[in-house]
């Protein structure tokens, strides 16, 4: 009877630590699969998105009824996609000021963001494959995207 107990805690904190990966921008797996990994990761939030595949890209964007954790901040929109050219691409939108969402995510993920084109760019020291980019858009709120 332990042992069956011990089972499913161990289930609940594997798929309980998946999700938070995954809201860390470090679950590359999920994050290639694209929007159907995030569906997956929102449940019955899923109904708040929307759908669309325009000029080959396949996104799914949600605006959260309640925001998610993500780097100890609030994520009121996120988005996954999959580019025409194979880029995978999952974005956060926090409403905390960019300053404050690029040091919890250099602390988080041991990257430092670097200026680039429209915004910040950091590229892990260890995989070139991914790449995170930082920027404040026109309604104040900072976009993080994890790409891989």
Do not use: H
């Amino acid at each position: 009877m332990i042992i069956r107990w011990l089972l499913i805690l161990g289930c609940g904190l594997s798929s309980s630590l998946s999700a938070a990966n995954y809201w860390q921008c470090e679950d590359a797996e999920a994050i290639s699969r694209g929007p159907e990994a995030l569906a997956e990761q929102l449940g019955a939030d899923a109904d708040f998105c929307r759908r669309t595949n325009v000029r080959g890209v396949d996104s799914l964007n949600c605006e959260l009824p309640r925001s998610r954790s993500a780097f100890g901040l609030g994520v009121v929109e996120v988005s996954a996609s999959i580019q025409q050219g194979g880029t995978r691409r999952l974005s956060l939108v926090f409403k905390a000021g960019q300053e404050r969402v690029q040091r919890a995510v250099e602390s988080r993920l041991g990257v430092r963001f670097e200026d680039g084109l429209r915004g910040l760019v950091a590229t892990p020291a260890n995989d070139f494959q991914r790449r995170y980019r930082l920027a404040e858009r026109d309604d104040g709120a900072t976009q993080l995207s994890c790409e891989i």
